[in-house]
């Protein structure tokens, strides 16, 4: 029974026998103008699935209409490798030829949309262009929330907001680019600002600057994905001595600094919902203290066009 | 509209503290001397303890927070800082190490003497003292309170 049941799950993360969604329509509302739509010219009739493969709309579809576009780092050439290969693949897009920036043949139109699904915006960090997203995490011991929103050129502006056992708070704003982008594999990195405040009897406050690099594949209805944090924190102490001439007060200064590592997978309930589940490791002030113990999230994400 | 910008600088400065340390310089003069033992050399050790450490529940009496070892028996001046957060009063204690193996009547040592006083109508920052070390091996809990 179990096993039956893992491999009904693997079956659909293979994305083998997956039920193709109708998308083209919110997909062409979403994509049509600007950045993000300079590669989209949407088909009425076309079909496309919530496949994760970053570009995947365009490569299960038949035609790359404007290969030059990019939204998210996205390589345009390798767009029009796909298209050519899926062409033996699809068999539900409508026969067309290649037409650079224009419309395919046979009356049916081309679609290239050059966007990934949320989950694989989630699992990199960064959202295609005009698409937003927002995400709630809850585990232990950490808890989270982020919201992000897609400007082009691989770029991605969020808000973030940490929290471990209601007693440490970390929100921040952050910049997340892509640094690497080749089909199914993107690496990203993002730096965050914030303050951080923790209350209780280690109490501690103080600026905080995060640096994130991300790892993540893009399978078929999953983004196995691999994160990697470090958050340093400058704390403030102050002195006051009331002395014989007279009080003084000093300031001093020290950091703490935090690891922190988290290997999940985002899984595409559809092309604007994904669900999280990860492993997080932390060294909370690692030079005062030992490795915080393992814990793991379940999150939701979800998104759309701008 | 000063005072309202001086208020928010207050604010955001009194945001960012993390330990806000309040400590009170006091200097401690006077001379520490065995009467039992006037020829005696050896070093002094001075543990400077506050009377009444810790909060409620957890109240106890001593805390220490500062310590000096001087050359032997003799005057003493010495400036110290005492942490006002933390508890209240002020105790000096001071053993002679006769046999200098830094502990006090170890096994087989020597018989060490040992003395304590509490510092009247503290704080204030100057304290004169006269110390006699005149019980021999007792530690800072036999002779306070």
Same mark, same amino acid.
């Given at each position: 029974?179990?096993?039956?049941?893992?491999?009904?799950?693997?079956? #659909?993360?293979?994305?083998?026998?997956?039920?193709?969604?109708?998308?083209?329509?919110?997909?062409?509302?979403?994509?049509?103008?600007?950045?993000?739509?300079?590669?989209?010219?949407?088909?009425?009739?076309?079909?496309?699935?919530?496949?994760?493969?970053?570009?995947?709309?365009?490569?299960?579809?038949?035609?790359?209409?404007?290969?030059?576009?990019?939204?998210?780092?996205?390589?345009? @050439?390798?767009?029009?490798?796909?298209?050519?290969?899926?062409?033996?693949?699809?068999?539900?897009?409508?026969?067309?030829?290649? *037409?650079?920036? !224009?419309?395919?043949?046979?009356?049916?139109?081309?679609?290239?949309?050059?966007?990934?699904?949320?989950?694989?915006?989630?699992?990199?960090?960064?959202?295609?262009? *005009?698409?937003? &997203?927002?995400?709630?995490?809850?585990?232990?011991?950490?808890?989270?929330?982020?919201? &992000?929103?897609?400007?082009?050129?691989?770029?991605?502006?969020?808000?973030?907001? &940490?929290?471990?056992?209601?007693?440490? +708070?970390?929100?921040?704003?952050?910049?997340?680019?892509?640094?690497?982008?080749?089909?199914?594999?993107?690496?990203? $990195?993002?730096?965050?600002?914030? #303050?951080?405040? &923790?209350?209780?009897?280690?109490?501690?406050? $103080?600026? @905080?600057?995060?640096?994130?690099?991300?790892?993540?594949?893009?399978?078929?209805?999953?983004?196995?994905?691999?994160?990697?944090?470090?958050?340093?924190?400058?704390?403030?102490?102050?002195?006051?001595?009331?002395?014989?001439?007279?009080?003084?007060?000093?300031?001093?200064?020290? $950091?703490?600094?935090?690891?922190?590592?988290? =290997?999940?997978?985002?899984?595409?309930?559809?092309?604007?919902?994904?669900?999280?589940?990860?492993?997080?490791?932390?060294?909370?002030?690692?030079?005062?203290?030992?490795?915080?113990?393992?814990?793991?999230? +379940?999150?939701?994400? +979800?998104? $759309?066009?701008? | 509209?000063?005072?309202?910008?001086?208020?928010?600088?207050?604010?955001?400065?009194?945001?960012?503290? @993390?330990?806000?340390?309040? =400590?009170?310089?006091?200097?401690?003069?006077?001379?520490?001397?065995?009467?039992?033992?006037?020829?005696?050399?050896?070093?002094?050790?001075?543990?400077?303890?506050?009377?009444?450490?810790?909060?409620?529940?957890?109240?106890?009496?001593?805390?220490?927070?500062?310590?000096?070892?001087?050359?032997?028996?003799?005057?003493?001046?010495?400036?110290?800082?005492?942490?006002?957060?933390?508890?209240?009063?002020?105790?000096?204690?001071?053993?002679?190490?006769?046999?200098?193996? !830094?502990?006090?009547?170890?096994?087989?040592?020597?018989?060490?003497?040992?003395?304590?006083?509490?510092?009247?109508? +503290?704080?204030?920052?100057?304290?004169?003292?006269? =110390?006699?070390?005149?019980?021999?091996?007792?530690?800072?809990?036999?002779?306070?309170?």
């Amino acid at each position: 029974m179990i096993l039956a049941g893992a491999a009904v799950v693997a079956t #659909w993360l293979a994305g083998v026998g997956a039920v193709d969604l109708e998308v083209a329509g919110s997909l062409a509302a979403a994509e049509a103008p600007g950045e993000g739509g300079a590669c989209a010219t949407m088909s009425t009739t076309s079909t496309t699935s919530t496949a994760m493969d970053g570009d995947a709309t365009s490569s299960r579809t038949s035609q790359a209409s404007n290969p030059a576009s990019t939204s998210d780092g996205e390589d345009a @050439n390798s767009s029009k490798s796909k298209s050519s290969k899926s062409k033996s693949k699809s068999s539900k897009s409508p026969p067309s030829e290649p *037409r650079a920036g !224009g419309r395919a043949g046979d009356g049916a139109q081309a679609i290239v949309l050059r966007i990934a699904p949320v989950a694989y915006q989630a699992a990199t960090g960064v959202s295609s262009a *005009r698409r937003w &997203q927002v995400g709630l995490q809850g585990g232990f011991p950490w808890w989270g929330a982020r919201a &992000q929103l897609g400007l082009g050129h691989g770029f991605s502006p969020s808000l973030d907001l &940490q929290i471990a056992r209601f007693r440490r +708070f970390r929100p921040a704003v952050g910049i997340a680019h892509t640094w690497v982008d080749h089909g199914r594999l993107r690496i990203s $990195g993002e730096v965050l600002l914030g #303050w951080l405040f &923790q209350i209780g009897d280690l109490a501690r406050r $103080g600026p @905080n600057v995060e640096l994130r690099v991300r790892v993540a594949l893009a399978l078929r209805r999953a983004s196995p994905y691999l994160m990697l944090g470090s958050q340093s924190t400058l704390l403030a102490d102050r002195t006051t001595i009331d002395g014989i001439a007279g009080t003084s007060r000093a300031w001093s200064l020290r $950091g703490e600094w935090t690891g922190w590592a988290t =290997l999940g997978v985002m899984v595409a309930a559809t092309y604007d919902v994904a669900l999280d589940f990860g492993l997080d490791a932390a060294w909370v002030d690692a030079a005062s203290g030992a490795p915080a113990i393992p814990g793991a999230h +379940f999150g939701v994400h +979800f998104g $759309g066009p701008r | 509209m000063r005072r309202v910008l001086s208020a928010l600088a207050a604010l955001a400065i009194g945001g960012c503290v @993390n330990q806000d340390l309040h =400590l009170y310089e006091v200097r401690v003069h006077g001379s520490i001397t065995a009467p039992s033992l006037p020829d005696a050399e050896g070093e002094l050790h001075v543990v400077f303890h506050r009377a009444r450490a810790g909060e409620g529940a957890t109240s106890h009496p001593l805390g220490p927070f500062d310590a000096s070892v001087l050359d032997g028996p003799g005057p003493l001046d010495e400036t110290i800082l005492v942490p006002t957060d933390d508890g209240e009063g002020l105790v000096i204690y001071a053993w002679l190490d006769l046999d200098g193996d !830094g502990a006090l009547c170890a096994p087989g040592g020597a018989v060490e003497p040992a003395g304590l006083i509490e510092v009247d109508k +503290f704080p204030r920052h100057d304290v004169a003292i006269d =110390l006699e070390l005149g019980s021999n091996c007792a530690g800072p809990e036999a002779l306070y309170p």
